[in-house]
Structure formats: structure tokens, C-alpha cells
């Protein structure tokens, strides 16, 4: 347990280092070398320094004071779980933290930060904006932070999975050639990889480097020639039996190689196309410096990767179809439990336990997709709640239990919510859960010309909450990969972002919510595909393809605010679903899936 005491013994050895190194001030985000959003146990330097451990978030340690930025699905989570005697509170996206930090500093002061662990973009827009303050912006060779991380865990050791393509659908050397070719027409030398799962994905590899993202983490470089030199630690591998899977043009590097075959590709003058939004900044300012000429450019394995084939589409749907057995189990489990009142001993932790013993009895099944938020009540409230952050709530207080879940399997992955009925509710939160159903249902629903992005969806799934006067902090959808990353871009769906067109092969999420700090959430999400759309029309359409097939909770739903297309909707959507899941499931469990999907 990290206590108040501990933390602000930390922040002090920081702040000493700060001082022997004159530096004024000290960013730590919450990122690794690689930039991604799940890393490693040995990388988690912001969760040391704090005492949060959200996905998301960045701290300022100043000489005198402290701040940490975090934004809307953690702002609960971050006040319970970081001491505010030691960090001041700001939300990430309305108070920048580098313009923060500019108007605390005086003219002449000088900034740290580790140099792996930001993009180039960043490193570029903080230098030109505290210039204009006259503050410098340092980079620092050793992080203060594991100078003083004294029982930091140890690097995974565990062997990589060699990905066959009865899963994957496609060769490493066809992905390899595709984006080699792509890169002679454009003039390019060599492309820089440094996202792991866009690394994963390429060589046909997966890992259990980091929980709940099935990757081997590693560097590569991508050559013009179809030709890849390999950064990894290479115990995770055996040489032979990889070779027979890659092909004779893949070469094996220690991890710290990296800098130094860099070096050449600058002293050799190659064109090298990095993503400055993605990319570190030390691996490009390295190229830089060398001697290289940097082409900025979206990482070339993004689109492809998010457009999964045949194989892969296969892979989800069959995932998802086991995943919605389990979950339906579930479920079904805990309606019986509620009915019989044996509530002792029972809580959040016990309940998401319980859901994932059901996924486990699937032999594809590999791990959480994330860290299941299993949160009662006004636990739900916070987005990206982690009951094993504190003492779990415990079961029969509330009357709404919200369970946002997901597996990796060997041939997908899945993510799943579901709001619940689990004691009395009020007539508000009723409504409340109809009006995000509604939102649910009307971006299930739409059709959409080619070229179309997600931040030109994201409205059709607020506005009935508009329409009360409600709004959620969070996006919309976001990527899925194949038993990869359940947050995958460059495609999603929200009100800010990018305009990513949505393609064919698309996996996304639709996760409309509510929350009411102290009081309750509510969330409805299905996992679906973009595809081709049959139904005849002028201009190329697409729609989306449900993937989920999970009954959502009909006690929740204020049938007066329905219209006869979202009856309809719901009516289907449960048919299908019972015509599914029936062949699946038996005795009780058959029993409550023809219960919960009965006409509305």
C-alpha cells in the first residue's frame, strides 16, 4: 500500500535529484519507450511517483509543489488515490500541463524530461512553447525517477508465441513486402516501428511481456528491400524455429543495439520515415542527429493492422461468440444470487473473480483484455474504477452494478458492458439508462458514406442525452485488435480527434454512458465491424456489423421513452441473440437467456 507518507518521500528523492541535476522541474508521464498505453510493471514510474495507477496522466514535480493531470475518466480515481496534500489536481485536457508549467516558472528555468518516453511531436510543441517563456526544456540521460526505484520489478522473461496463420491470415514476409513496397514508392530508405503492437502484428508474434496485451516488446526497423532488423531481447526466442517462421530476412538485435544501428542509418544518410505522434523522441532526434533525413508519416502498419482480413474477422466472431456463453452465464449466476438473497462474503472482486472462471473454461483463452471494472453503485461513477484498488464494495447496498469486461483469446479479442439491475433503482436513473440505449441504438444504426470518420458519428450517440441535458467525458468507440490491443487505433469514434476514415474490416466499440459522482454509472457497450452496405443507394455505404450478442437489461429501460424503431430494435436484437446463444447454453442458464430476451 502506497502510503501518503511513502509518496511524499518519493517526490523528495526526486526533487533532490532535480536539484543536482539544476533543473527546476521534472515531467513524468504515464508512458514507456514504446508510447503505448499498457506497459510494463518495471515501467510504471507514474503509479511509483503518485500513488495513481490509471492508464492515462501526467505529474509535474516542481521544487516546492506538485501536480498531477489526469482527464475525465479518472478525475474520481485520481483525487482517492494520489495524496492532495502533496499533487494539485488538473484535468489533462482543459489545463495543458506544459502551458501549466510555463506560467509557474520564471524566465531562465529549466525543465527535465526522459526523452524515451515522449513523441517528437510533443518534444517539439513543449520546447517552442516554453522558448517563448525563455524556459529550456532538458532532456536527461538517466530518468530521476529509477535512480530512486529501488524494488522495481524485473523484466518479463517469458517466450514469445510464434503466431500461426490459422490465426493470423496473412505471412509476416507478404505484411513485410506490402509495406516495403508502399515505402519504394514513395522514396523511402527504411520505416522506424517502435509501437509494439504494430511490431506484433507484422512479424506474426505475440507475448506475455505486459498483462493484458499479448505482445513481445521490441524495436524494429523496416527497410525497403522487405528486409527487418529486429530489437528484442532475445532470450524470448529461439533463433531457429523464429527464422523458420519470419524468413531468412529478419536480423535478431539486443534491445540496446537500437541507438547504435540508429547511428549508421543517419552516417549512411538514409531517408526514414517515423511517426512523430507516435515515435519516441530520443529514437528520431538520434536519426536527426546522425545524419538522416526524417519523413514524418503515420506508422504503415496502422491501417492495415485496424482493417483485419477474412481470417481475423473469422477469429472475433467466433471469440465473441464464446465470450457472450460466458458472460450470459454470468449473468445468470448473479440473477439467481440476487434472488436468493445468500449475499455473505459477496462483492465486486468476488464478481468479476466469478465472471472470469467462466471465460476460463474456454481453451482459447489466454487473459483480461483489461482490468475488469466491476463497480457498485457510486463506484461506477469512475470510468476506469479497479476495485482492487481499495477494499471492494460490497454486494446488496446498490441497485445498479455496472461490469465493463473483456478476454483475450488466441483468435480474438472482446469487450463487453453491461449496466444491471441488482436491487431498487429510481424512476431518474431509469431514464437515464434509456436515453444511453437510445445513443447505443442509433449509432448501431447508422449508415454512412466511404471517407466518413468517427468524430462525425460520435453525435448520433449523445444526443438524446443532449436532449436532457446530459453529456459523458469519454469518447464514443474505440479500436479493437485481434488478440492485440483492446484500444487499438488509428480509428475511433468521439467528439475531438482524428479524421481517420472508418474502413471495411474496422473493429470498434459503441460505449455510450452516464456517471454521477457519488452516486452511480451507467455504460452500454457492444463490440462492432465496419462493412460494406448491401441495402441499395447512390453513393458507396457503409454500417455496422454487431460482433456482441449479450442481452442488455430490460428492468432498466423506461418504455415511455422509446419510439417504435428503438422497440423494434431491441426486440430484434434480443431474437438474435437468443437464436445464437440457445444451441450454447442449458438448464438454468437456457432458462434465464429466454427470460432476459422476452419480447419488450
Not at 483525487?79 to 506544459?98: D, K, M, N, S, W
Not at 540496446?256 to 544501428?261: A, N, Q, S
Amino acid at each position: 500500500m502506497q502510503t501518503p507518507e511513502i509518496i511524499a518521500n518519493r517526490v523528495v528523492q526526486v526533487r533532490d535529484t532535480l536539484r543536482s541535476l539544476e533543473l527546476d522541474a521534472f515531467i513524468v508521464p504515464h508512458d514507456d519507450e514504446h508510447l503505448g498505453e499498457y506497459i510494463p510493471a518495471d515501467a510504471e514510474r507514474l503509479a511509483w511517483l503518485t500513488g495513481f495507477n490509471g492508464s492515462a496522466g501526467v505529474a509535474v514535480v516542481l521544487t516546492h509543489r506538485a501536480a498531477l493531470f489526469v482527464d475525465g475518466r479518472y478525475t474520481v480515481q485520481a483525487r482517492l488515490q494520489a495524496p492532495g496534500e502533496i499533487f494539485e489536481y488538473h484535468h489533462l485536457i482543459e489545463t495543458p500541463h506544459v502551458a501549466w508549467l510555463a506560467d509557474q516558472l520564471e524566465c531562465g528555468a529549466r525543465v527535465g524530461f526522459d526523452p524515451r518516453l515522449h513523441s517528437l511531436n510533443w518534444y517539439r510543441e513543449a520546447k517552442a512553447l516554453l522558448e517563448e517563456r525563455g524556459i529550456e526544456l532538458r532532456p536527461v540521460e538517466q530518468n530521476p525517477v529509477d535512480l530512486h526505484w529501488s524494488d522495481r520489478p524485473a523484466p518479463s522473461k517469458t517466450p514469445a508465441i510464434l503466431y500461426g496463420e490459422e490465426f493470423a491470415g496473412e505471412s509476416s514476409t507478404t505484411k513485410r513486402e506490402r509495406i516495403a513496397a508502399d515505402l519504394r514508392k514513395r522514396g523511402l530508405d527504411a520505416a522506424l516501428l517502435t509501437q509494439v503492437e504494430s511490431i506484433n502484428w507484422l512479424l506474426n508474434l505475440r507475448g506475455r511481456d505486459v498483462e493484458r496485451l499479448p505482445v513481445v516488446l521490441g524495436f524494429a526497423i523496416l527497410y525497403a528491400n522487405g528486409t527487418l532488423d529486429f530489437f528484442v531481447d532475445t532470450d524470448k526466442l529461439e533463433c531457429f524455429a523464429f527464422t523458420q517462421h519470419v524468413g531468412n530476412d529478419v536480423s535478431l538485435h539486443p534491445i540496446d543495439k537500437l541507438g547504435e544501428v540508429l547511428c549508421r542509418l543517419g552516417e549512411d544518410g538514409l531517408r526514414v520515415l517515423a511517426d512523430p505522434a507516435t515515435s519516441n523522441a530520443w529514437s528520431q532526434l538520434t536519426l536527426e542527429e546522425a545524419g538522416a533525413t526524417l519523413v514524418a508519416g503515420q506508422d504503415p502498419t496502422l491501417r492495415l493492422k485496424a482493417s483485419k482480413n477474412q481470417v481475423e474477422l473469422a477469429g472475433m466472431h467466433n471469440a465473441h461468440q464464446r465470450d457472450a456463453v460466458a458472460v450470459v452465464r454470468f449473468l445468470a449466476w448473479l440473477d439467481r444470487l440476487v434472488q436468493s438473497g445468500d449475499l455473505d462474503g459477496v462483492d465486486e472482486g468476488t464478481l468479476a473473480d466469478r465472471l472470469e472462471a467462466f471465460r476460463k473454461e474456454s481453451d482459447l483463452y489466454v487473459e483480461p483484455s483489461f482490468d475488469t471494472i466491476s463497480a457498485l453503485g457510486p463506484n461506477a461513477a469512475m470510468c476506469h474504477y479497479r476495485h482492487t484498488n481499495g477494499v471492494p464494495r460490497p454486494f446488496g447496498l446498490d441497485g445498479i452494478y455496472l461490469v465493463d469486461s473483456g478476454g483475450q483469446y488466441l483468435d480474438g479479442t472482446t469487450d463487453i458492458t453491461r449496466t444491471l439491475c441488482v436491487g431498487e433503482v429510481t424512476e431518474e436513473q431509469k431514464a437515464l439508462f434509456t436515453r444511453v440505449m437510445q445513443g447505443h441504438i442509433a449509432l448501431d444504426q447508422a449508415r454512412f458514406p466511404r471517407g466518413t470518420a468517427g468524430i462525425q458519428l460520435d453525435v448520433l450517440a449523445r444526443l438524446p442525452l443532449w436532449k436532457a441535458g446530459f453529456n459523458y467525458d469519454h469518447g464514443t468507440g474505440h479500436g479493437v485488435g485481434h488478440f492485440l490491443s483492446v484500444h487499438e487505433g488509428p480509428q475511433r469514434i468521439g467528439p475531438k480527434g482524428n479524421l481517420e476514415p472508418l474502413l471495411p474490416g474496422m473493429v470498434l466499440s459503441n460505449e455510450p454512458g452516464y456517471y454521477r459522482e457519488d452516486g452511480f454509472g451507467i455504460r452500454c457497450e457492444n463490440l462492432v465491424v465496419v462493412t460494406e452496405c448491401e441495402e441499395p443507394s447512390e453513393v458507396p455505404m457503409l454500417r455496422f456489423e454487431r460482433l456482441t450478442h449479450v442481452p442488455f437489461d430490460t428492468r432498466l429501460i423506461d418504455r415511455s421513452l422509446l419510439s417504435p424503431d428503438e422497440f423494434r430494435w431491441i426486440n430484434e436484437y434480443h431474437a438474435e441473440v437468443r437464436r445464437r446463444l440457445t444451441p450454447l447454453l442449458e438448464g438454468d442458464d437456457l432458462a434465464w437467456l429466454e427470460q432476459a430476451t422476452e419480447l419488450l
